[in-house]
């Protein structure tokens, strides 16, 4: 009974990961769009005092632009949002792709290569220049500043 339900546990653990529910109330949940396209009809159109349109222009023109711009985000979300979406799908598969594939690879490759080199350049460093360094130290460790302040 319990290798029964330890197997049914891993086959439900092990469902495709792909499916998720998605929250169709919240369908910002990161919040990566909260301040670049609330636009509303006071963000874009305002009279200043003194110049006033009729009263019924202006509510016509509110209810105008509010659904006008609700209806055609729905009409061009139908119309390109699956297309567009199976781009951007394809786009980030193909840089997934690329990173999985080739750039970490690459990275890789390059550390252990450089690695190589770095015992190379850090063995000619000390053969060479400590030598160098230690005689110019001991040139120069003789050298005696004073000062003297003159009145």
Same mark, same amino acid.
């Given at each position: 009974?319990?290798?029964?339900?330890?197997?049914?546990?891993?086959?439900?653990?092990?469902?495709?990961?792909?499916?998720?529910?998605?929250?169709?109330?919240?369908?910002?949940?990161?919040?990566?769009?909260?301040?670049?396209?609330?636009?509303?009809?006071?963000?874009?159109?305002?009279?200043?005092?003194?110049?006033? !349109?009729?009263?019924?222009?202006?509510?016509? !023109?509110?209810?105008?632009?509010?659904?006008?711009?609700?209806?055609?985000?729905?009409?061009?979300?139908?119309?390109?949002?699956?297309?567009?979406?199976?781009?951007?799908?394809?786009?980030?598969?193909?840089?997934?792709?690329?990173?999985?594939?080739?750039?970490?690879?690459?990275?890789?490759?390059?550390?252990?290569?450089?690695?190589?080199?770095?015992?190379?350049?850090?063995?000619?460093?000390?053969?060479?220049?400590?030598?160098?360094?230690?005689?110019? !130290?001991?040139?120069?460790?003789?050298?005696?500043?004073?000062?003297?302040?003159?009145?």
């Amino acid at each position: 009974m319990a290798e029964e339900r330890s197997e049914l546990d891993e086959r439900i653990i092990s469902k495709d990961q792909h499916i998720k529910e998605i929250d169709l109330v919240n369908r910002d949940p990161k919040h990566i769009n909260e301040d670049v396209v609330k636009v509303d009809f006071e963000d874009v159109i305002a009279e200043p005092v003194g110049t006033y !349109s009729f009263d019924g222009v202006w509510k016509t !023109s509110y209810t105008t632009f509010t659904v006008s711009k609700y209806w055609c985000y729905r009409l061009l979300s139908a119309v390109l949002g699956i297309p567009l979406a199976v781009v951007w799908g394809f786009l980030f598969a193909l840089i997934s792709f690329c990173h999985i594939w080739a750039v970490v690879p690459c990275i890789k490759s390059y550390l252990i290569e450089i690695q190589c080199v770095s015992r190379i350049y850090s063995l000619c460093i000390h053969t060479f220049c400590d030598p160098l360094f230690e005689a110019l !130290s001991k040139i120069c460790s003789n050298i005696r500043v004073a000062v003297r302040k003159e009145t």
